[in-house]
């Protein structure tokens, strides 16, 4: 009988770590042209005025969710069959804010005099078109968006809903979608910006004009470290996908999407990042991490949670720069 060999664990031991002060720079590759260009592009692609609302698990039964997208007021419900529902967030009778309405029988009913909206037109109040992919809620906003109407979202190919743990991120800032698209459109930054979590990051030659790939070492404790390979590309305006295609988790794939909300007291644009992370993994262990999904799924929103901390002040930052007319790039 053949043995059963383990398989290797797909840890390294990083040999020849240099400290973060003098480690390669990577200014010269991040060209503020290739950002740039790489940014017109996605901002070319369509969206079909789909607009990431949040989480799926945020549009919960039994409660309204609200959000103002693009300056427009929406709220989601979850109807009858559980199916993802939205429309305008005011009342068409007085204005009341319909986030704040309860949900009867699949109804929102507002609670300033007891209007039933049904999630069919009622009253001058016309639902709008949503869809539920399993992991985010997105809603269409026709006026706000300006294109061609989509009937579904342009989303990437994901690993199977069975086979992964998913995890999603949502955080405000000060600043416009193409700042935080800029900001995932320069993997250079990762092990200058964020050397709690990469080291030894490297960005390949760019294949074509559609996609960036990073060879960069995740770090777990001390020397010890996961090497990978990503590829981040952008498949419309306001999302940018990083996808692994070598190392641990190939095929796990982080979404990161850019929603414009309302703008704040001071004018000043906000904009939501809402990042959902799909980790998958072929080894036999990883349907104990399926399991245990609950406990994980904290853990994956603070390790997202810590670099954009940091990537969203790169964001800001840059957003502060254009709007004072002294953005380099």
Known sequence: MTPVVPRRLPLSLRRGGV???RQRPTW??????LIAAALKRAQDRPSGNWYVLGASAA????RP???TIAGSEVVAWRDATGRLAAGPGACPHLGAPLKDAAVSRGALVCHWHGLALPGDATAGWSPLPAHDDGVLAWVRLDAAGGEEPLERPVQPPRPAAGATVAAVHDVTGTCEPADVIANRLDPWHGAWLHPYSFVDLTVEEPDGEDALAVRVSFKVAGRVVVPVRAVFSAPGPRTVVMRVTEGEGRGSVVETHATP????HRGR???AVIEAVLATSDRPGFAVARAAAPLLRPLMRAAAARLWRD??????RRW????AGRFPG
Do not use: I
């Not at 909300?261 to 704040?264: I, V």
């Not at 990537?311 to 800001?316: G, K, P, S, V």
């Not at 502060?320 to 709007?323: D, F, G, Q």
């Open 19 to 21: 400290p973060w002060d």
């Open 28 to 33: 010269r590759e991040a060209r503020p042209a």
């Open 65 to 67: 969710f609200g959000r």
């Open 311 to 316: 990537d969203l002040a790169y964001a800001e």
């Open 269 to 271: 644009p906000r904009t």
């Open 261 to 264: 909300l309302a703008s704040d």
């Open 59 to 62: 549009v919960t039964p039994g």
């Open 320 to 323: 502060a720069l254009r709007e």
